[in-house]
């Protein structure tokens, strides 16, 4: 992850929405449109109520190419699978607050594995909950929905989050935003301090997946200059 610090703002494809009957098309038409990195929802049903895929599936598309890999883990026990996560050729591992309260030393364990760590909060979690250990992370992100689904609407909450959470943050840490981030939202989380963005139905709901990422970097571009 660290080789993309100087490429930001990136766009990071939630492979939630890909179509995984056609996932090696869908993975060149992210390519063409120049994706600098792929974003894995992992869901347990349990941590939230719906089941994605697990590092099986991750392995199969990790052979399919080679941009990194960000996965974010939505599960009730990630110290139990990271390494999982690790050995299925993710770049990055990120954890939810909510479920590890002390994740110091996990966050750790992920970094000995040869990923880059990150924090995530949910849109009721308060940026207090993970102070104590953003120095320790290379990603932090904010939940603008609550997880578990796709195609939520953005709650404008995670922007204040961002700008607090941005003063906190080195320059090479990634500030990232997840849910509902489209060409009516993007301008503003960029606004805010974001600098890594999830979209989901803003690509995958678009005939043109290059049209699609390159508009939205246009608004941040607009949004920002």
């Given at each position: 992850m660290k080789s993309l610090l100087g490429k930001r703002p990136l766009i990071a494809p939630s492979m939630l929405?890909?179509?995984?009957?056609?996932?090696?098309?869908?993975?060149?038409?992210?390519?063409?449109?120049?994706?600098?990195?792929?974003?894995?929802?992992?869901?347990?049903?349990h941590?939230?109520?719906?089941?994605?895929?697990?590092?099986?599936?991750?392995?199969?598309?990790r052979k399919c190419t080679e941009l990194p890999f960000d996965a974010h883990l939505m599960i009730s026990d990630p110290?139990?699978?990271?390494?999982?996560?690790?050995?299925?050729?993710?770049?990055?591992i990120t954890i939810h607050i909510e479920a590890v309260p002390e994740p110091g030393e996990l966050l750790e364990k992920i970094r000995a594995a040869g990923c880059s760590p990150g924090l995530?909060?949910?849109?009721?979690?308060?940026?207090?909950?993970?102070?104590?250990?953003?120095?320790?992370?290379?990603?932090?992100?904010?939940?603008?929905?609550?997880?578990?689904?796709g195609g939520q609407?953005?709650?404008?909450?995670a922007l204040d989050k961002l700008s607090a959470i941005k003063e906190l943050l080195r320059d090479d840490q990634f500030l990232s935003i997840?849910?509902?981030?489209?060409?009516?939202?993007?301008?503003?989380?960029?606004?805010?301090g974001a600098d890594l963005f999830v979209c989901g139905s803003?690509?995958?709901?678009?005939?043109?997946?290059?049209?699609a990422v390159s508009g939205l970097l246009a608004e941040i571009d607009h949004k920002t200059r």
């Open positions: 929405k890909c179509d995984f009957a056609n996932l090696q098309a869908d993975i060149e038409k992210l390519e063409a449109a120049h994706a600098p990195l792929l974003h894995m929802d992992v869901m347990d049903g941590f939230v109520p719906n089941l994605s895929y697990g590092a099986l599936v991750i392995e199969r598309i110290e139990k699978y990271y390494q999982d996560y690790a050995n299925a050729g993710c770049d990055a995530v909060l949910n849109p009721d979690t308060p940026v207090e909950a993970i102070k104590p250990w953003i120095s320790i992370c290379d990603l932090v992100l904010v939940m603008s929905v609550n997880p578990g689904f609407k953005f709650m404008p909450v997840d849910g509902g981030v489209a060409l009516e939202t993007i301008g503003e989380c960029a606004q805010h803003s690509i995958f709901d678009q005939a043109d997946y290059s049209e």
